[in-house]
C-alpha cells in the first residue's frame, strides 16, 4: 500500500516522529504538542503552515519550546524521505491527528486532546472506525480463563463485532486468534514491535483478508516499555463500545491500571468483568469500582442489544460527526481553515 501523506501529517511527523536512527534531538511529547495545537487554533493555522520559516519561528516563540529544536526537527525532511520509504516498503501507513479521513474518529471523541498525535498502522485502515468490544486481561491467565475468553470473542465474531485488543501474549493473543478463526475482524493496538508483529504469518493472512488491522502510536520498530504498554490502553478502550476484563490483578499490572482508567473517566465507557469463585480478586475490585458483571449470555443473536439493555446512561447520545484536529478543544474561538483530504 502507497502511503499519501497530507502536508499537515508530514509536518507532524516531522516534530513528533522518531526517524531512522538519529536521536540527535528529542520529537514533541504529547504535551508539547498540544500547547503547539492550541497555539495554532489561537492562531488561525494548520500544522503545514508550520512547514513555513516565519511561521514556525513564532510557534516555538508563542509555544516557548526551544526554537532550535524547532528548527531542526522541522528541517529533517531528508530523514523523513527515508523513514516514509521504509514504511512504504514494509506495507506500513502514517496517518496523524489532522486528518479527517481514516483518523479514529472515537480517538477524537473520546480522549480529546489526548489522541494520539500520529498512527502507524497495517492493514485496512477503514476498519479503524471502531465497534465492539475491547477484550483485555493478564498474560497470566488460567484455563477456565482461557475458555472464557475464546467464547467470548467468538460471540464477537457471530455477531459482527470487531474485537478490540492489544496483542500481547494470554487474553489479547487468545482474543483475536479465536475471533479470527471465527471469521470475525480484530483491530490490534501494539504497544511495540508493530513491524515485526506484521509480518508474522498468521497476521499477514488475516490482514490479507481484511480481517485485521494493527496501529500504534509509537514507532514501528518500539521496543517493549512499560510506559508505552500503559499509554496504549485507553486505546485500546477507546475504539470498542465497550470493554470486558477477563482477569485482573489487584492494583497491579496493565490491565488492573487500563481498566481502573476507564472507569474512572467522565466519558467512560461501560467495562464489564468476568465474574465467578475462581477470578482474581482484581475482577472484584473492578465491580466494586463500577464495572459490571458479564452477563450469561444464552441468546448468541443480538449482542449488542443484549448488552446495551444493561446500560442506563443519563442525558442525550453525542451525535456522530467527522471531528477535526481542533474540535477536541473546546477553547476554539474563531473558524479555522477547512481540513486538506488525502490523495
Same mark, same amino acid.
Given at each position: 500500500?502507497?502511503?499519501?501523506?497530507?502536508?499537515?501529517?508530514?509536518?507532524?511527523?516531522?516534530?513528533? #516522529?522518531?526517524?531512522?536512527?538519529?536521536r540527535s534531538v528529542k520529537p514533541l511529547a504529547q504535551k508539547e504538542y498540544t500547547l503547539l495545537v492550541q497555539w495554532l487554533i489561537n492562531n488561525h493555522m494548520r500544522p503545514?503552515? =508550520? =512547514?513555513?520559516?516565519?511561521?514556525?519561528?513564532?510557534?516555538?516563540?508563542?509555544?516557548?519550546?526551544?526554537?532550535?529544536?524547532?528548527?531542526?526537527?522541522?528541517?529533517?525532511?531528508?530523514? =523523513?524521505?527515508?523513514?516514509?520509504?521504509? $514504511?512504504?516498503?514494509?506495507?506500513?501507513?502514517?496517518?496523524?491527528?489532522?486528518?479527517?479521513?481514516?483518523?479514529?474518529?472515537?480517538?477524537?471523541?473520546?480522549?480529546?486532546?489526548?489522541?494520539?498525535?500520529?498512527?502507524?498502522?497495517? #492493514?485496512?485502515?477503514?476498519?479503524?472506525?471502531?465497534?465492539?468490544? *475491547?477484550?483485555?486481561?493478564?498474560? &497470566?491467565?488460567?484455563?477456565?480463563?482461557?475458555? /472464557?475468553?475464546?467464547?467470548? *470473542?467468538?460471540?464477537?465474531?457471530?455477531?459482527?463485532?470487531?474485537?478490540?485488543?492489544?496483542?500481547?501474549?494470554?487474553?489479547?493473543?487468545?482474543?483475536?486468534?479465536?475471533?479470527?478463526? *471465527?471469521?470475525?475482524?480484530?483491530?490490534?493496538?501494539?504497544?511495540?514491535?508493530?513491524?515485526?508483529?506484521?509480518?508474522?504469518?498468521?497476521?499477514?493472512?488475516?490482514?490479507?483478508?481484511?480481517?485485521?488491522?494493527?496501529?500504534?502510536?509509537?514507532?514501528?520498530?518500539?521496543?517493549?516499555?512499560? #510506559?508505552?504498554?500503559?499509554?496504549?490502553?485507553?486505546?485500546?478502550?477507546?475504539?470498542?463500545?465497550?470493554?470486558?476484563?477477563?482477569?485482573?490483578?489487584? &492494583?497491579?499490572?496493565?490491565? $488492573?491500571? #487500563?481498566?481502573?482508567?476507564?472507569?474512572?473517566?467522565?466519558?467512560?465507557?461501560?467495562?464489564?468483568?468476568?465474574?465467578?469463585?475462581?477470578?482474581?480478586?482484581?475482577?472484584?475490585?473492578?465491580?466494586?469500582?463500577?464495572?459490571?458483571?458479564?452477563?450469561?449470555?444464552?441468546?448468541?443473536?443480538?449482542?449488542?442489544?443484549?448488552?446495551?439493555?444493561?446500560?442506563?446512561?443519563?442525558?442525550?447520545? &453525542?451525535?456522530?460527526?467527522?471531528?477535526?484536529? /481542533?474540535?477536541? /478543544?473546546?477553547?476554539?474561538?474563531?473558524?479555522?481553515?477547512?481540513?486538506?483530504?488525502?490523495?
Amino acid at each position: 500500500m502507497t502511503t499519501f501523506l497530507t502536508n499537515d501529517t508530514k509536518a507532524v511527523i516531522l516534530l513528533c #516522529g522518531v526517524l531512522g536512527n538519529d536521536r540527535s534531538v528529542k520529537p514533541l511529547a504529547q504535551k508539547e504538542y498540544t500547547l503547539l495545537v492550541q497555539w495554532l487554533i489561537n492562531n488561525h493555522m494548520r500544522p503545514k503552515d =508550520l =512547514l513555513e520559516q516565519e511561521n514556525a519561528v513564532a510557534a516555538a516563540t508563542g509555544t516557548k519550546i526551544d526554537p532550535q529544536r524547532f528548527s531542526t526537527l522541522l528541517g529533517r525532511g531528508v530523514q =523523513l524521505g527515508f523513514a516514509v520509504e521504509e $514504511w512504504q516498503r514494509n506495507g506500513i501507513w502514517i496517518i496523524s491527528r489532522s486528518d479527517t479521513d481514516y483518523y479514529p474518529v472515537r480517538y477524537k471523541r473520546h480522549l480529546k486532546d489526548k489522541a494520539p498525535p500520529l498512527l502507524f498502522g497495517v #492493514g485496512n485502515r477503514s476498519l479503524l472506525i471502531g465497534g465492539g468490544i *475491547a477484550i483485555v486481561g493478564s498474560r &497470566n491467565v488460567d484455563a477456565e480463563g482461557q475458555a /472464557f475468553t475464546r467464547e467470548a *470473542a467468538e460471540l464477537c465474531a457471530y455477531n459482527k463485532m470487531p474485537v478490540v485488543s492489544g496483542g500481547a501474549r494470554g487474553v489479547d493473543q487468545i482474543a483475536m486468534t479465536a475471533a479470527l478463526d *471465527a471469521g470475525g475482524i480484530t483491530i490490534g493496538v501494539l504497544a511495540e514491535n508493530l513491524l515485526k508483529k506484521s509480518i508474522e504469518k498468521s497476521a499477514r493472512k488475516a490482514i490479507a483478508k481484511g480481517q485485521m488491522v494493527l496501529i500504534s502510536p509509537y514507532h514501528p520498530n518500539a521496543r517493549f516499555m512499560v #510506559g508505552t504498554a500503559m499509554g496504549r490502553n485507553k486505546l485500546i478502550y477507546s475504539l470498542a463500545d465497550y470493554g470486558l476484563v477477563v482477569n485482573a490483578e489487584y &492494583n497491579k499490572g496493565g490491565t $488492573w491500571a #487500563g481498566a481502573t482508567e476507564e472507569l474512572k473517566r467522565d466519558n467512560a465507557l461501560t467495562v464489564f468483568v468476568r465474574s465467578g469463585t475462581n477470578v482474581p480478586l482484581g475482577n472484584t475490585k473492578l465491580l466494586e469500582a463500577g464495572a459490571l458483571e458479564w452477563p450469561a449470555i444464552t441468546i448468541r443473536e443480538n449482542l449488542p442489544q443484549q448488552l446495551g439493555e444493561l446500560v442506563v446512561k443519563p442525558g442525550k447520545p &453525542n451525535k456522530h460527526k467527522d471531528l477535526d484536529l /481542533f474540535d477536541s /478543544f473546546a477553547t476554539q474561538k474563531a473558524p479555522i481553515h477547512e481540513p486538506e483530504k488525502q490523495t
